[in-house]
């Protein structure tokens, strides 16, 4: 079995309000540190709180380990 990873360019991730920050790790991982590719996440409206800390938190660490701005982001609001 072979697995072989391809870039696609920006991957939207969009998380449901009762598991979100897992969500964010589970659906950025595999984008951001196998192919390196920019993820634009979407938290639920109902937990948009949630949403700016884990942000915050994958900014500090991505800043941490020099890499560029940007790599992560956040668009909060409702889908209509």
Do not use: R, T
Not at 16 to 37: E, H, I, K, R, T
């Amino acid at each position: 079995m072979y697995e072989q990873w391809h870039a696609l360019g920006i991957v939207g991730v969009i998380s449901a309000f009762n598991f979100s920050c897992g969500c964010l790790v589970m659906g950025m991982q595999p984008w951001l540190g196998y192919c390196g590719d920019v993820c634009v996440w979407k938290p639920s409206e109902k937990a948009p709180l949630s949403g700016v800390a884990c942000q915050l938190i994958a900014a500090e660490v991505f800043a941490k380990h020099d890499m560029p701005e940007g790599i992560s982001c956040l668009i909060n609001g409702d889908y209509k």
